[in-house]
C-alpha cells in the first residue's frame, strides 16, 4: 500500500494513514468477513473501477441503498476513491420515499439490493444500477472480482465528497453537500479530542446510512489503523459478547438503554473500554448517572448534525456533567443568540449558531434554503435552542421546530401526518414525540376520527402506514381526541399534546 499525495481527496488520508499497519485487521464482521486494510483498499480501488465503467465519474452522485455490511463500507471508500459522491440512504425507505432521492440527486449510478433492482431501474433510468445485498453479493462484487484496481482520483478540498439528506424543519429531504475538506477537518479533530491511538478497538453497532455510523465511528479508527468489530446491526448479546475485546464503542441513548436492561452489563464486563460515547438524541441526566453507577464510565455526550459533523464534545477524561454536550472542537465556534440575532448572556436559552472549517458547503440545488439557514459572517443556524456557559460548554434544551428523534433516528411530523390522513376514518392527524424509556422519543399520533367513523380502522391505516413509510417512522401508538388544540391563529399547539402525553410511556402511566 505505497502512499499517495494526492491533495485534497479524504481518500489519500484514509490509505496513508493505515499505510504502515496495512497486514492488520481492519473489519471484522462477527460470524462472516474479516478483511486487512490492504484487502479492503484493494476491494474498494477494484469496486471503484466498477463505478467508472458504470458511468460514475468524477463529481457524479452515487446513491446507495443497501444494509450494512463490509462491502458497503468498501463501496463508501470506492466513491472517495473515484472522486464521485456518495449518497447514503436509509435501506428501510419504502420505493415512494426513494423517489425523492432519485430525483433530487440525479445520480448516475444506484447501488441497491437485488430485491430492488428492477424497481429501481425504473424510477432511475438514466442511472446505471448495481445490486449489494447483505450477504455482499451481487453485480457490483461480482465485477469488482474481475477488474483492475484503480487508482484515488485527484480532488480539491472543495470538491463533493457526499451528499447527505436531512429532514430540516419542512419534512422535504434537504442534501447537505460535505466535502473533502470537511470530512478531514472533523475526522483529525475528532480523533485527536477522543484520544484515538493504535491500541484501540472499535465496536462498531451504529448504521452506516447515517453520519455518526458513516463518517465519526469509520474515520476515526481508519485513521488510526485500528480493528473495527463490525456489526451488521445493534443486538444486545453480539454487542456483550465483543465488550471485552474492545476500547471504544460509540452509540445512541437507545442502545445504553437496552444494554442497562441486562445484568450482564456491569464494571467488570466493561473493564477494559475507555470510551463510550453517546450521541444522535438527547441522553437523559438519569440514564448518565445510571451508566456511572453500574459500569464506572461516564458517557462522553457530544453535538452533531448531518451538516457539521460533530460540533462539539465533553472531555473524555474528566469534566463531563450530564445534560451538557462539552466544548467546540478544534475549527469549531459556537455562538448562543436571540431571536434578533444578538449574542445571549452566558447562561441564557438562545438559537445556536456555529460556524467553522467543518461545516458543510449548502444545501443541494436549494440555494434558499441555505441563505435561509445562514448569518453574516458565515454563521450557520442549527434550528437547536441551548445556552453556553461562562467557560464555553453547551448545554441544549431542545429543539426550535417538530423534528422528533427516536432510537437516532430523524423523523418529521409533517410527513407521517400527510400519510394518516390518507385513511377515511381520520379527519385530521398532529404527530408528536413524547419521552421513552428505551427510545428516547416515542412517535405517537394524535388523531380526529371522520364523522362517519366511531374508532380508528388500524388495518387500513396500517396500510397507508406501510405503503408510504418506514417503518420506524410509524406512530408507537394512537390517541383519538374530539379536536386537536389551537391558538387563536389556528395553529396546532403540539407543546400542549407533548405536555398532555408526556407520561404516557413511564412507568407510572402503565402500573
Not at 455490511?69 to 463501496?75: G, H, K
Not at 462484487?141 to 470538491?159: V, Y
Not at 437547536?384 to 411530523?413: F, Q, V, W, Y
Request: contains cysteine.
Amino acid at each position: 500500500m505505497p502512499a499517495a499525495n494526492l491533495g485534497g481527496n479524504f481518500a489519500a488520508d484514509l490509505h496513508d494513514r493505515a499505510g504502515h499497519r496495512e497486514d492488520h485487521l481492519c473489519l471484522d464482521v462477527p460470524g462472516g468477513t474479516a478483511l486487512t486494510y490492504s484487502e479492503i483498499d484493494q476491494w474498494a480501488a477494484r469496486m471503484a473501477t466498477v463505478l467508472d465503467e458504470s458511468g460514475a465519474h468524477p463529481g457524479d452522485r452515487v446513491l446507495v441503498q443497501v444494509d450494512k455490511s463490509a462491502a458497503a463500507v468498501a463501496l463508501y471508500l470506492a466513491c472517495l476513491r473515484a472522486g464521485v459522491v456518495h449518497v447514503p440512504l436509509n435501506p428501510t425507505f419504502t420505493l415512494g420515499e426513494l423517489q425523492h432521492f432519485v430525483v433530487d440527486a440525479e445520480p448516475s449510478v444506484v447501488v441497491t439490493s437485488s430485491a430492488r433492482s428492477e424497481a429501481a431501474g425504473m424510477m432511475a433510468p438514466e442511472a446505471q444500477v448495481l445490486t449489494l445485498d447483505a450477504d455482499e453479493g451481487g453485480t457490483l462484487t461480482e465485477l469488482a472480482l474481475g477488474c483492475i484496481p484503480s487508482p484515488i482520483r485527484s480532488r480539491d478540498d472543495g470538491d463533493l465528497a457526499a451528499l447527505v439528506y436531512t429532514s430540516g424543519t419542512t419534512g422535504k429531504p434537504k442534501g447537505a453537500m460535505v466535502t473533502h475538506a470537511n470530512l478531514r477537518h472533523n475526522a483529525e479533530a475528532l480523533r485527536r479530542s477522543w484520544g484515538f491511538n493504535p491500541n484501540d478497538v472499535l465496536l462498531h453497532s451504529l448504521p452506516i446510512f447515517h453520519v455518526h455510523g458513516l463518517f465519526v465511528a469509520l474515520h476515526c479508527a481508519m485513521l488510526s489503523g485500528i480493528p473495527i468489530h463490525l456489526l451488521p446491526r445493534f443486538d444486545v448479546d453480539t454487542v456483550i459478547s465483543l465488550i471485552p475485546r474492545s476500547t471504544v464503542m460509540m452509540g445512541v441513548p437507545t442502545h445504553y438503554s437496552r444494554l442497562m436492561a441486562d445484568p450482564r452489563f456491569n464494571a467488570e464486563l466493561c473493564a477494559d473500554i475507555r470510551l463510550f460515547t453517546s450521541g444522535s438524541a438527547p441522553l437523559p441526566a438519569a440514564s448518565f448517572e445510571a451508566f456511572a453507577n453500574r459500569t464506572g464510565h461516564r458517557l462522553c455526550e457530544r453535538y452533531g448534525m448531518s451538516e457539521a459533523g460533530i460540533i462539539t464534545s465533553n472531555p473524555i477524561t474528566e469534566g463531563q456533567i450530564a445534560g451538557t454536550v462539552g466544548y467546540p472542537l478544534p475549527g469549531y465556534r459556537v455562538r448562543v443568540v436571540d431571536d434578533s440575532g444578538n449574542p445571549s448572556p452566558n447562561d441564557t436559552n438562545g438559537m445556536v449558531e456555529i460556524t467553522g472549517l467543518h461545516l458543510f458547503a449548502g444545501y443541494w440545488r436549494n440555494s434558499r434554503a441555505t441563505a435561509e439557514s445562514h448569518r453574516a459572517g458565515g454563521w450557520f443556524s442549527t434550528g437547536d435552542i441551548g445556552r453556553l456557559s461562562e467557560r464555553g460548554r453547551l448545554t441544549l434544551e431542545g429543539r426550535a421546530h417538530d423534528m422528533i428523534i427516536s432510537g437516532g433516528e430523524n423523523i418529521h411530523p409533517g410527513e407521517i401526518e400527510a400519510v394518516l390522513v390518507r385513511a377515511d376514518c381520520i379527519a385530521e392527524s398532529a404527530v408528536v414525540g413524547v419521552p421513552h424509556p428505551d427510545l428516547g422519543e416515542a412517535v405517537v399520533a394524535v388523531v380526529v376520527l371522520d364523522a362517519s367513523a366511531t374508532t380508528i380502522d388500524r388495518a387500513e391505516v396500517d396500510m397507508c402506514l406501510d405503503e408510504s413509510l418506514a417503518r420506524f417512522k410509524h406512530p408507537k401508538t394512537f390517541e383519538v381526541m374530539e379536536q386537536l388544540p389551537r391558538n387563536a391563529m389556528g395553529k396546532i399547539q403540539k407543546n400542549e399534546l407533548r405536555l398532555g402525553l408526556g407520561r404516557l410511556f413511564t412507568s407510572e402511566s402503565r402500573s
